[in-house]
């Protein structure tokens, strides 16, 4: 068993509204929201986050052709990351690196188009592409970033829903403890919005935003939301033991302080607050930590009626009205929900916090909901606080699958 | 259709299938492997894109045929030919 000590050296990222974390921290703390109206096969015009970084950066064409939009954002992330980390690339020996990505889902996508490609073709089968299988191996927005990267160690990807950019971090610090790799590409992407599947989905559960401004679709905690708006993104972290990112120098932006994921074993789609509130105080243990030890709680929220409110119950079982110093967020009133790649970019979202002390807010709530009033939220304006040394993500899953990670600010 | 007009045919499809590749010198009797960074998912590229833009079918014992320009040409244009004199 190697050192326990897994500390953040590198972030990647594209979100709806920024394809860095100076552009993503800045348009977090002046309200800028990501959210766009955009032609969805079968469903005409409707709201979601599109990211708007190049692929041609770090792609061919080619590449960018044959392989699918998780993929490409995969990359780019990874790409930005290890610029980030400023690890010698040339020099990493590359079956020492992993690659561990969380997805919501993968492979509606390509299928989708494919369907609708032979659907041409009186749909006859011999016009679907040769490329289907590769494109929609669950691995592979993970394995298109070995490919790009030239890295030999394992590569795969974390099907947890929309708890999986939260475990691909979680899943990366254990393999990392097990020294089973020397350095962890990690996190989550999302190509979602280019299947009309998932808005067809939300919809028919009456769970999908609607909004006359796009940029206040997304209002977790108002009393007028009205569901979720669903975006792609991705953010990839570069973690590695403490002593290796020591020995090199590297710049650190938090260490790993806790983590836990549980199930819900109750429902399909319906939250369950209780096994909700027992992942967060499982995860507060784990890192040796009280409640009023968080300073930043940044919550799963999706905007719909039911969801907010059940998170909300769990926080209030956990942190209840004795934690002055802990301010609640939301990430998604910005840039929707970004499914596989939700609870990477809403951490990578509050990590600066350590540097600025400013707790970036939940935009978009006109009439709070008395149901989500929590103490510490801080809505509308970014609210300067005397401390951050931790912060808490929550990201939560259908099917019942809840995670919970906690980072602090490194101390030697 | 002529042989150079059927080439052009395949040099369009190309361009798309690999449109980092610069076309502009590829020597019709050189094999496009040769000249170009093609894999094998290419050429199944090249024999899904005859068959969806010219109702082109290429069996499988025959993808050797399309090694090169030239000798795409020399197998490709009877068929396009056949097919225009049935239509």
């Given at each position: ?201 939300f919809k028919s559960q009456n769970a999908l935003a609607t909004h006359t401004e796009p940029g206040k679709a997304s209002r977790p905690f108002d009393l007028a939301r009205n569901g979720i708006v669903v975006s792609e993104g991705g953010c990839l972290y570069t973690l590695e033991r403490l002593e290796d990112a020591q020995a090199r120098g590297a710049k650190i932006y938090a260490e790993i302080a806790g983590y ?153 | ?87």
């Open positions: 068993m190697k050192s326990s000590r897994i500390v953040i050296t590198g972030i990647g990222l594209t979100a709806p509204n920024g394809n860095s974390l100076a552009e993503f921290r800045q348009n977090l703390l002046q309200g800028v929201a990501g959210i766009e109206r955009v032609e969805i096969r079968y469903m005409g015009a409707q709201l979601a986050g599109v990211c708007h970084y190049d692929p041609l950066r770090y792609q061919t064409k080619k590449e960018i052709r044959v392989g699918t939009r998780a993929g490409s954002i995969s990359i780019y992330c990874a790409r930005e990351a290890l610029a980030d980390s400023r690890v010698d690339w040339a020099a990493q020996p590359k079956d020492r690196v992993g690659i561990y990505i969380g997805c919501t889902e993968h492979g509606n996508v390509e299928t989708e188009n494919e369907i609708y490609n032979i659907s041409k073709f009186n749909y006859d089968t011999k016009f679907w592409s040769h490329y289907h299988n590769p494109r929609t191996v669950a691995n592979n927005p993970s394995g298109e970033a070995s490919l790009n990267l030239g890295v030999t160690g394992p590569a795969y990807t974390i099907g947890a829903a929309c708890a999986a950019g939260n475990l691909g971090l979680i899943h990366a610090a254990q393999m990392l403890r097990l020294g089973e790799v020397d350095l962890a590409i990690c996190g989550g992407v999302s190509e979602s919005i280019h299947t009309f599947g998932i808005f067809a989905g836990h994921v549980n199930s819900d074993a109750s429902d399909y789609v319906l939250p369950n607050p209780v096994r909700q509130a027992e992942c967060v105080r499982a995860s507060i243990r784990r890192a040796g930590l009280e409640p009023r030890d968080i300073h930043i709680v940044n919550t799963h929220a999706t905007a719909t009626p039911l969801g907010d409110i059940q998170e909300c119950e769990a926080i209030r079982a956990v942190f209840g009205e004795g934690c002055p110093d802990t301010h609640v967020n939301n990430t998604k009133s910005y840039i929707g929900h970004c499914m596989g790649a939700a609870g990477a970019l809403e951490l990578a979202g509050n990590l600066p916090s350590f540097d600025d002390l400013t707790v970036h807010p939940t935009i978009n709530v006109d009439r709070l909901d008395p149901a989500c009033a929590l103490p510490g939220l801080v809505l509308n304006q970014p609210r300067k606080v005397a401390k951050v040394d931790t912060i808490l993500n929550n990201s939560f899953g259908m099917l019942g699958i809840n995670s919970t990670l906690i980072v602090k600010r490194f101390a030697a | 259709m002529t042989k150079d007009e059927c080439k052009k045919v395949v040099i369009d499809i190309i361009a798309d299938i690999a449109p980092d590749e610069d076309l502009s010198t590829l020597k019709p009797e050189v094999r496009l492997r040769d000249q170009l960074q093609l894999d094998s998912m290419d050429f199944l590229d090249i024999v899904m894109e005859l068959r969806k833009r010219h109702g082109i079918e290429v069996p499988e014992a025959d993808y050797i045929q399309l090694a090169s320009l030239d000798s795409c040409a020399n197998y490709l244009t009877p068929k396009f030919n056949a097919l225009s004199a049935r239509s």
